[in-house]
C-alpha cells in the first residue's frame, strides 16, 4: 500500500516540476517578444553551432536536408498572406487586387514570432539528432544540396509571381511618416498669390 501512495506522490511532484518548468519557460518566452533583434541574433548562433558541428562531424546530411525543408515550408508560410485570394472569398479584409481597391494591410499565414520559435525549435531537434548515430544516414550530399536548390528555385519563383500577381509585399520596413505635400517650384509661386 506504501508503494501505491509513494508513486502517487513522485508522479504528482513530477507534474508540479513540469508545470512550473513550463510557466518559466512560457514568462521568458513572452519576454523575449518586443526583442526580435536579439531573437534573431539567437537563432543565427544556434544555426552556426549546428553547421559547424555537422561539418566536423561531415555526416548527418539526411538531418540537415529535412531541416532545409522544414525552414522552406516555414518560410512560405511567412511570406504568404493569411488569406490566399486564389483560394478563398472573405467578406473581411482582403489583399487589393486592383489599384482602385482600398489599402489593407498585409496578414502573414505564420506570424513572425511563431516564425522564429519554429525555426529555433527545428534547429534544437536537429541538434539533438546529431547525437545519435542511427540518424547518421550515408548519402551522397550533393545530390541532396543540388535537389533542395532547385525546390527552393521553383517555389520561391511561384511565391514571387504569386506576389506580383496580386500585389503584396510581406515586408515593411519601420513606420510610414507623413511629410505633408510638396510643391514644385511653379505651384509654390501660385499658391502663395
Known sequence: MEGVSGDAGDSSSIAKWRSEFWKTFQHYLDRSTP??????LGTAGL????SLRVYYLQGFYIVTYGLG?????????????????ELEVMD?????????????PFMRRLPE??????????????????????????VFW???LFYWIVLFVLTMKRQIVHMIKYKYVPFSIGKQKYTGKRYSSGSSSSSRD
Open 35 to 40: 526583442h526580435s533583434l536579439g531573437r534573431w
Open 47 to 50: 544555426a552556426s553551432i549546428y
Open 92 to 104: 473581411g479584409p482582403s489583399l487589393p487586387t486592383r489599384g482602385s481597391d482600398e489599402f489593407k
Open 69 to 85: 525543408i522544414y525552414l522552406l515550408n516555414l518560410l512560405i508560410g511567412f511570406l504568404s498572406p493569411k488569406v490566399d485570394p
Open 142 to 144: 550533393p545530390i541532396l
Open 113 to 138: 514570432f511563431k516564425f522564429w520559435y519554429s525555426i529555433t525549435k527545428a534547429f534544437c531537434v536537429a541538434f539533438v539528432m546529431t547525437f545519435f548515430s542511427m540518424f547518421d544516414v550515408p
